[in-house]
């Protein structure tokens, strides 16, 4: 029994709780998620919530603290409804994001870190790599994908934040967002079919050990073996007397 009270969404998300830790031999394996899970409920992860994770999962509340401190997806503070992380990593600044990154400073009228005054939009400039280098200059909102960034897309972002339509229509999913141990595996992305192929035919078929699958590609027994072209002839070598060298050698 915890000796404190325990945040709401601790009972009203019982069963959501219980999934997410089922999900693990050892439950906890479950704090990252758990975390997730406080966050989306709050809007952040107030101490409660490190002391409700840490009840749940039979750990220390500094060791739970220690992981939330240390990732920076998670908030230990309010921030905006909409929270948004800019890229300024070498990538994305090489490709445009320094002048966008200035350009939504100016357009949010706020510095990194703070939250507009109608608590709608929180900004956090990071020189971490939000690992969509492919798609620069990026963003994300609430975890979630804008790319390609221009100052039109941004006009647009934040119209639908502040209009209420929310940041659905900009959002591009990705592999590396959304609750995935959460969710039904027929709607991950899937691996594109070429790349599939390849690691595919990479791997030996069942029952062939490495060694055989290369012996099925050794000439067979009696096959005349191709030899290498010689290398060709530099300038010969001098020749040594047959006594050269040798102890008590001709003079």
Known sequence: MPLFEQPAWVTERREEIERIIGQYPDRRSALMPLLHLAQEVRGYVADEDIAAVADLLGLTQAYVESVCSFYSMYHRHPVGKYHIVFCNNC????????????????????ESGQTTPDGLIS????HECLAACD??????????????????KIDALIEDLRSGKGPEAHIE??????????????????????????EAAAVPAEGTSAPAAEAATAPAEGARAVEAPAAPAGPEAPQESPGAGKEGGDQ
């Open 123 to 126: 900004l956090e400039i990071t």
């Open 91 to 110: 990538s994305c600044a090489l490709m445009g994001g320094e002048r966008l990154r200035e350009y939504l400073k100016q357009k949010l009228g706020i």
């Open 135 to 152: 798609a620069g200059p990026v963003l994300q909102v609430n975890g979630e994908y804008v790319i390609r960034l221009t100052e039109e």
């Open 173 to 198: 999913k990705r592999l590396l967002t959304g609750h995935f141990w959460d969710a039904d595996p027929n709607d991950l992305p899937k691996v594109p079919p070429e790349i599939a192929a390849a």
